[in-house]
């Protein structure tokens, strides 16, 4: 195996830091050639000074200067701004991107890549939520490969490998977060201390809220959809506490398979990086006797009603997933800044839902569009409090 070139953009998040673990495990067969980030300079640099990239990417164009000067003495290329992160994945010595950035901004450079005919691995959901029809349909017009790197999407993928054509149905499951078994009045008063507490996953602040509320879990049904050309209908969420079993695919013979393991999300990054080979683990290998029993449960979109509006959107498309998750955005930013409550995240994003225009087939343009319209009517909504 040759060694695979890597531009992974947001290497200083939570995915992008557990990516870098995986490529210092495997010297032989993993290059960072590109890292990125938007804000963390200081993390940027000391990441840039131990794997020696090609180049690096601080898109918050403020730290430019920071950056540049502290590898000054190293040969590292240094630049800045959002339109060089998608420029950068053009490179021609980029063998495959990772896509480890927060939120819609992982669009265009993920387009960008697939343009320039770069296999993906996708670790930002919003790609896929907010344009999944439009990545999947360049990816197919290109011949490249695309590679989910959520543990649910990874664990999706490993089933129906070497499969043909016979999924009948998707089985996804979910922790249920740290407020299982809440009541509404129980969520309204929960915090951002405590919504930013996981029981099984390590992540960032933005993914953690999201599962906490149910909306983690609403945007891997969309991204599942795309992924695997499956209907809404074919995709049902599965509450399963421990977390070892990532997901299920139930087949039209009415067999099922299910793949597990512990929680480690480098796991599913090496697999995509590895594909279709699968690396000696060099992390803790799973021991089904360490775990309890295991259990399951169905989720509760009545409560947790983050869950139902993403299937609303799903089932509505065009330009609706888009709406639901750029006022989620707003909205779990104003939660952890504590201007609204835990459920008011959901009536922020049912009165954006409500009220932006919907289009049944969008162009990138309208999807863009969208975003920006949708955010800005959100923060509205928020700042003056005009929610019921």
């Not at 996981?198 to 992924?227: C, F, Q, Y």
Request: glycine share 6%; net charge negative; proline share 5%.
């Amino acid at each position: 195996m040759n060694k695979k070139h890597i531009a992974l953009l947001g290497s200083t998040g939570s995915i992008g830091v557990q990516t870098l673990d995986v490529i210092k495990q495997n010297p032989d067969l993993f290059i960072a050639e590109v890292i990125t980030a938007n804000s963390n300079a200081d993390l940027l640099i000391k990441q840039a000074r131990e794997f020696m990239p090609n180049a690096v990417v601080i898109t918050n164009e403020t730290h430019y200067n920071k950056v540049r000067d502290a590898l000054s003495d190293l040969p590292v290329k240094v630049y800045a701004g959002q339109d060089a992160l998608s420029q950068i994945t053009e490179m021609g010595t980029v063998d495959i991107v990772v896509t480890a950035v927060v939120g819609s901004v992982g669009l265009k450079p993920t387009l960008a890549a697939i343009e320039a005919g770069k296999p993906v691995a996708i670790a930002n959901k919003e790609t896929l939520v907010v344009a999944g029809e439009l990545v999947t349909n360049a990816a197919r017009i290109k011949g490249v490969n695309l590679y989910p790197i959520d543990s649910e999407h990874s664990a999706i993928a490993q089933c129906i490998t070497g499969e043909p054509n016979s999924i009948h149905k998707i089985l996804l499951t979910a922790s249920g977060g740290p407020f299982r078994g809440y009541s509404k009045n129980d969520l309204k008063a929960v915090s951002p201390k405590q919504a930013l507490k996981h029981p099984t996953w390590n992540m960032g602040a933005k993914i953690t809220i999201d599962s906490a509320s149910m909306m983690n879990k609403g945007l891997e049904v969309i991204e599942a959809r795309w992924l695997f050309d499956v209907s809404p209908e074919q995709i049902e969420v599965v509450v399963h506490p421990q977390s070892i079993i990532h997901s299920m695919v139930e087949f039209e013979d009415g067999s099922v398979k299910a793949q597990l393991g512990d929680p480690d999300m480098r796991i599913p990054i090496q697999y995509a990086l590895s594909y279709p080979k699968r690396l000696k683990s060099q992390f803790t290998n799973f021991n089904i006797f360490d775990h309890s029993p295991l259990t399951f449960e169905k989720p509760d979109p009545e409560n947790f009603r983050n869950l139902a509006l993403a299937y609303q959107a799903l089932k509505q498309e065009g330009n609706m997933p888009c709406i639901l998750n750029a006022a989620n955005e707003i909205a779990v930013d104003a939660f952890l800044n504590e201007q609204i409550s835990f459920t008011g995240m959901s009536d922020v994003i049912e009165h954006c839902m409500k009220n932006i225009t919907h289009i049944s087939r969008p162009g990138l343009q309208d999807l863009l569009e969208t975003d920006n319209e949708t955010r800005a009517l959100a923060s509205s909504v928020i700042k003056n409090n005009k929610l019921k």
